[in-house]
Nanobody, 112 residues
Framework: QVQLVESGGGLVQPGGSLRLSCAVS????????IGWFRQAPGKERELVAT????????NYADSVKDRFTISRDNAKGVVYLQMNSLKPEDTAVYYC?????WGQGTQVTVSS
């Protein structure tokens, strides 16, 4: 059974940092590109970042470029999203996604 489980969300002040983790099971992580998405209240889900199966290619939404970093450890079965210089507009539920499968999401709230 394919599972993706996000963790690491929480409440952080503007300018702070968080690292999200996406732990996968039920499939071979090495074979799949993974994406992080987010959905703020009243807004559509949007793509934040993607990483290729080997980890050698990454892409970012313009709104997070130079602040967020996606990475992966295929041996551990985990994909990370390091988020720095967080802004209130980064507040959302963050999801990881493999083609056809989603995690349950983790809440990130940026507020003073």
């Amino acid at each position: 059974q394919v599972q993706l489980v996000e963790s690491g969300g929480g409440l952080v002040q503007p300018g702070g940092s968080l690292r999200l983790s996406c732990a996968v099971s039920g499939f071979t992580l090495d074979w799949y590109a993974i994406g992080w998405f987010r959905q703020a209240p009243g807004k559509e889900r949007e793509l934040v970042a993607t990483i290729s199966d080997a980890g050698d290619t990454t892409n970012y939404a313009d709104s997070v470029k130079d602040r967020f970093t996606i990475s992966r450890d295929n041996a551990k079965g985990v994909v990370y999203l390091q988020m720095n210089s967080l802004k209130p507009e980064d507040t959302a539920v963050y999801y990881c996604q493999r083609k056809g499968s989603w995690g349950q999401g983790t809440q990130v709230t940026v507020s003073s």
